[in-house]
């Protein structure tokens, strides 16, 4: 059964360094999500992206945050300068009609 | 925007027993819910849904039950096991690819 993939598991950064996290969605999937999950909380949407373009972000999701196809199988969320509270695990996920399947996530540590 | 409610965060049940857990959400929008499991350090793993076209759905020991009048769905896992033991998160979505809004989650142990 295909499943979403992501790399790092685990990625330490210090502070105000930039980040690249990376997902293989599952190859016949056309949505794509970030979400991420502060340890002991819940999920939170950060993006949707369909078409080469954002269809939906939240608040969380500011300036710092940009997210790339840069060909036909990687989706990738890059932090610009990372935060303390940046720290969570970051789940992609993607779906190909209502059913939304999540990676196994990357653990960001920021020190 | 939509907010789901999740009750209760924590539930203990003796293995054999019955779980319920239960959701509100806040926007009549909403049209697909799922629920997803999650295991210590482990991905959310779908494990049933349910559209708003019906009030009821099963599978196996699983089954969902959607009020929309009340707006509220709830999941009930029946004969626990203790590989039921998880963290158990209901969602909710306007159906079309939108995002997930996540409940707080329910931590379920099973009691041997």
């Known amino acids: 059964e295909p499943e979403v993939t992501q790399t790092p598991s685990h990625q330490v950064t210090q502070m105000g360094q930039e980040v690249i996290l990376r997902c293989v969605p599952i190859?016949?999937?056309?949505?794509f999500y970030w979400y991420r999950q502060i340890l002991g909380q819940k999920v939170e949407f950060l993006v949707s992206?369909?078409?080469?373009?954002?269809?939906?972000k939240s608040e969380i999701f500011d300036d710092q945050f940009s997210v790339e196809r840069p060909d036909g199988s990687n989706f990738t969320l890059k932090i610009r300068s990372t935060k303390l509270e940046d720290s969570a695990m970051y789940f992609c996920a993607s779906s190909g009609d209502s059913e939304q399947y999540f990676g196994p996530g990357t653990r960001l540590t920021v020190t | 925007g939509e907010n789901v409610e999740q009750h209760p965060s924590t539930l203990s049940v003796q293995e054999g027993d019955s779980a319920v857990i239960k959701c509100t959400y806040s926007d009549s929008a909403s049209n697909y819910f799922p629920w997803y499991k999650q295991e210590l350090g482990k991905r959310p793993q779908l494990i049933i849904d349910?559209?708003?076209?019906?009030g009821e759905k099963k599978d196996q020991r699983i089954a969902v039950t959607l009020n929309k009048t009340a707006k509220h769905f709830s999941l009930h896992i029946t004969e626990t096991q203790p590989e039921d033991s998880a963290v158990y998160f209901c969602a909710a979505t306007n159906f079309g690819n939108e995002k997930l809004t996540f409940g707080t989650g329910t931590r379920l142990t099973i009691i041997p």
């Open positions: 349910i559209r708003s076209n019906v």
């Open positions: 992206f369909y078409n080469n373009e954002i269809s939906e």
């Open positions: 190859s016949n999937h056309l949505y």
